[in-house]
């Protein structure tokens, strides 16, 4: 299973990013898909999750600024950045909890992170 994560660079402040993360191999559903974060010099955080039903969460640093989305038929999740901030600043890494087999229960796979940089 691999996660391919896209979309992130550079924005000026105020900008808009579209984050996306598909899930690829041999499989037979994904669970809870999200989006975690890491700045400079701090640890790993959780952005927003949303389940295969289409329940999400955000932490509160994003609420009404980001919004998560997903497709199942493509195993992808995006993430749409509005209005970001310099401390929106990080390396962005999708998280997947996928189940192998219908027998299964979903173990968790990540993707190689992608930067996202907000400064003018």
């Known amino acids: 299973v691999q996660l391919q994560a896209s979309g992130g660079g550079l924005v000026q402040p105020g900008g808009s990013l579209r984050l996306s993360c598909a899930a690829s191999?041999?499989?037979?559903?994904?669970?809870?898909m999200g989006w975690y974060r890491q700045a400079p010099g701090k640890q790993r955080e959780l952005v927003a999750t949303?389940?295969?039903?289409?329940?999400?969460n955000y932490a509160d640093a994003v609420k009404g600024r980001f919004t998560i989305s997903r497709d199942n038929a493509k195993n992808t999740v995006y993430l749409q950045m509005s209005s970001l901030k310099p401390e929106d600043t990080a390396v962005y890494y999708c998280?997947?909890?996928?189940?192998?087999?219908?027998?299964?229960?979903?173990?968790?796979?990540w993707g190689q992170g992608t930067l996202v940089t907000v400064s003018s």
């Open positions: 949303i389940a295969r039903g289409g329940n999400t």
């Open positions: 191999g041999r499989f037979f559903a994904t669970n809870v």
């Open positions: 998280n997947a909890e996928v189940r192998l087999s219908v027998f299964e229960s979903g173990k968790p796979y």
